[in-house]
């Protein structure tokens, strides 16, 4: 007879069976949550439902608004997209399919093969995928040897996975199906295909879109935008890393294993400085643009681009002046604050908007302008005697997070703005259906640079990273499409360069910080790549910004 085990949930003890499952004790709480159940926290431990009951534990449980959950559900979409495409194609007209990047709410999806890709197959892809959503197929779980499965990628002709397992250190790795369909996935799943009620399916420049919900409003599809500009951005992106070799973790480290890495930064950078090159190009050919303004998500490399960007603005005739917008900030006294009393810096109305167009008006008018210095110490603006006055060939490089929002510079005339939008969007996947997401890049950077300079400890990054994003979220994303350019930070190396710098800050988080099932996560995933050494990057590289070294002062 089973015996039974105490299970505490919020603070009080409930008694069941051993072998009990994860997703049955959930039912019994769901009632608790305003969205599906998809992954319980055991013992401060992320477990998927399918696990069983096997000691006393404390429980709590992820739905799909969690970051932990949302990202369940994302992978368990693409696992259920993948099954249901091999099954409809047929895998001997499939060379390849794969999951490129993230566009807004859904992935964008890039296949090859003997089929034709249009309306009629999508629709009968995203018929069968419903199908086996109302079936609620079994996603299963199994262990499997890795020399036996590196065998079988061979045969089956994977040579991503061949490649990312040739450096895997554990003797075994873990295999998901569903529906006979086998895949390796980086990450949790949801139990069966039943909880993948939300997606919608879409033919997206020869290639198709599986959109997803979003976080906030986990039971509804928004409509996909277009995003011509960052599709645009990424695709180019992707096109480097073919230039270069290096689409997956697996080719990556193979470059890094043979000795191959320097000509590797090289290619990379020259590309970044050659797009730095064409942005000052068309500055300086639009003609009447005095005022540059750059806006980016936290830890894209904004002011490392901003003096790059005026070098090459230089070597174009004009005179750049950068001003970072954090000078305009509000006295703190007048800083307005956010639902839980703590200032926040984030909102436009944190800057002195009146101040800043007052100053920039006149400085367009050819006044000569006192601009301010901010003591964050303080928390006052300071005046230091730095005057400017602009001349025929000087222009403004105005960076700050508000930078494409027109309610900032409301007073300035719009031809006289240039917009350029940047971020480190990451186009390296793991392997052709596992995706390395944009927002793990930053978040890696952040962490390696916040301790660097600040001191801040991992967790303190990490416990601060939910209020980061939803900043980001409400005052640049929703701006993105308005720039005259757009820039990808990202370096196709940059990960392997950061893992030694930021694996023991991981390390020192403890099982008592909140912080921790986010650290565990990361060190499972940095697992994936080699390391490698920093001699060869350059001084005015963007991964300088946050590992050192750089000759800007950043």
């Known amino acids: 007879m089973d015996r039974e085990y105490i299970v505490k949930y919020k603070d009080r003890e409930y008694r069941y069976r051993e072998h009990t499952t994860y997703q049955k004790i959930a039912e019994d709480f769901k009632q608790d949550y305003d969205a599906d159940i998809v992954l319980a926290v055991v013992n401060n431990k992320l477990q998927e439902l399918f696990h069983t009951l096997e000691s006393d534990c404390t429980i709590s449980f992820e739905t799909t608004k969690s970051t932990a959950g949302h990202k369940a559900y994302k992978r368990s979409a693409c696992l259920l997209l993948i099954s249901a ?32 890709l249009d309306d009629e197959l999508i629709g009968r892809i995203k018929d069968r995928m419903n199908e086996i959503v109302k079936e609620d197929a079994v996603i299963k779980k199994e262990s499997r040897d890795l020399s036996e499965m590196l065998e079988y990628f061979k045969k089956e002709g994977r040579k991503d996975k061949e490649k990312l397992f040739k450096y895997r250190r554990h003797s075994t790795i873990n295999i998901y199906s569903l529906n006979g369909y086998e895949d390796y996935y980086y990450g949790y799943m949801v139990p069966s295909a039943g909880y993948i009620r939300y997606f919608d399916l879409l033919l997206h420049d020869d290639g198709l879109i599986l959109q997803l919900p979003e976080r906030k409003e986990p039971e509804a599809v928004p409509k996909h935008k277009a995003h011509k500009k960052l599709f645009r951005t990424m695709w180019t992106s992707n096109i480097w890393g073919e230039m270069i070799g290096i689409g997956t973790v697996g080719d990556l480290n193979e470059m890094i294993s043979s000795g191959r890495m320097q000509e590797t930064i090289l290619v990379q950078e020259a590309l970044q400085e ?123 490089v105005i960076e700050g997070i508000h930078g ?85 930070s990202h370096l196709i190396y940059e990960l392997a360069v950061l893992k030694p710098f930021v694996e023991p800050l991981l390390f020192g988080i403890t099982p008592d910080d909140p912080a921790y099932q986010e650290a565990k996560r990361l060190l499972k995933f940095l697992e994936y790549f080699l390391a490698m050494d920093t001699a060869s990057i350059p001084q005015n590289s963007i991964v300088r910004e946050f590992i050192g070294g750089s000759c800007f002062q950043v």
């Open 85 to 116: 495409f091999y099954e409809i194609v047929g895998k001997e007209n499939i060379e390849f399919f794969r999951v490129e990047f993230s566009i807004g709410a859904g992935y964008y999806c890039f296949c090859k093969g003997n089929f034709r």
């Open 274 to 396: 050659s797009r730095i090159g064409d942005i000052a190009k068309w500055i300086k050919t639009k003609g009447n643009s005095r005022f540059v303004m750059i806006a980016g998500p936290s830890s894209s490399g904004k002011t490392t681009f901003s003096h790059r960007l005026s070098i090459e603005l230089m070597a174009h005739g004009m005179k750049p002046h950068p001003i970072a917008l954090d000078n305009y900030f509000k006295n703190r006294e007048d800083t307005p604050v956010d639902e839980d009393g703590n200032y926040d810096f984030e909102c436009l109305e944190a800057i002195d908007v009146e101040g800043f167009n007052r100053d920039m008006t006149k400085l367009l008018d050819g006044e000569k302008v006192e601009l301010p210095t901010f003591n964050f110490k303080t928390g006052k603006r300071e005046y230091k005697g730095n005057f400017l006055k602009l001349d025929d060939d000087d222009v403004l």
């Open 404 to 488: 494409l929002n027109d309610k900032l510079s409301y007073s300035l005339p719009p031809e006289s703005k240039y917009k350029i939008y940047i971020s480190a969007l990451t186009t390296l996947n793991v392997d052709d259906h596992n995706r390395v997401p944009t927002t793990d890049g930053r978040l890696i950077r952040r962490i390696v640079r916040d301790f660097r300079t600040r001191g801040a400890s991992a967790s303190k990054t990490l416990n601060m990273w939910a209020s980061v994003r939803r900043g980001e979220e409400k005052y640049i994303f929703p701006f993105q499409e308005s720039a005259n350019a757009m820039f990808n």
